[in-house]
């Protein structure tokens, strides 16, 4: 079976760092670009960031930009997301997504969430 | 960046009925435009990508068309399990952006 399965959320202080990871099953991983979007309590879908399948092309939306890193480990079928500087309004659920061509996003992981909180 | 502007916001509608969701784009986006529905507490799942060519399991009775600027998701006939909300999203060019959501209730 197809599957992505997310981890990491929790809630963290303003200012702090979290680090998601993404474990991928049932196909080759190292063959697929790779997403995280997120979507704030309520409100609707944000993309977050984009990972060619070497790695070699990564892209960011502005609003996260300098804060997070995405990587991805093919040995491992991982893909992560190094959140720093976290904000109140990066409070969210956290999808990875398999990226179908063009562009679109075939297979999504159940989500972590991600409140930051003092 | 591309916005993408959904409409109506909401919609109710009957078993049976014709539902379509509109999206536009504030530029050209040629056909890299992908549907999504979501249900509540569950992950988007993708419904029709490259603007109307149907993702593997979805069913027939959903359609999209258009290109350019302006798109349309259409179910034509409504089933209970399609009362969900529905999001367009634009691949032609990072960021890669999403439209606000259409949600579909039962009448």
């Known amino acids: 079976e197809v599957q992505l399965v997310e981890s990491g959320g929790g809630l963290v202080q303003p200012g702090g760092s979290l680090r998601l990871s993404c474990a991928a099953s049932?196909?080759?991983?190292?063959?697929?670009?790779m997403n995280w979007v997120r979507q704030a309590p309520g409100k609707g879908l944000e993309w977050v960031s984009y990972i060619s399948s070497s790695g070699s092309t990564i892209h960011y939306a502005d609003s996260v930009k300098g804060r997070f890193t995405i990587s991805r480990d093919n040995a491992k079928n991982s893909l992560y997301l190094q959140m720093n500087s976290l904000r109140a309004e990066d409070t969210a659920i956290y999808y990875c997504a398999r990226n179908k061509r063009p562009d679109a996003f075939d297979i999504w992981g159940q989500g972590t969430m991600v409140t930051v909180s003092s | 960046d591309i916005q993408m502007t959904q409409s109506p916001s909401s919609l109710s509608a009957s078993v049976g009925d014709r539902v379509t969701i509109t999206c536009r784009a504030s530029q050209y986006i040629s056909t890299y435009l992908n549907w999504y529905q979501q249900k509540p507490g569950k992950a988007p799942k993708l419904l029709i990508y490259?603007?109307?060519s149907l993702q593997s399991g979805v069913p027939s009775r959903i359609s999209g068309s258009g290109s350019g600027t302006d798109f349309t998701l259409s179910i034509s006939s409504l089933q209970p399990e399609d009362f969900a909300t529905y999001y367009c999203q634009q691949g032609y060019s990072t960021p890669l952006t999403f439209g606000g959501g259409t949600k579909v209730e039962i009448k």
């Open positions: 490259a603007a109307s």
């Open positions: 049932g196909f080759t991983f190292s063959s697929y670009e």
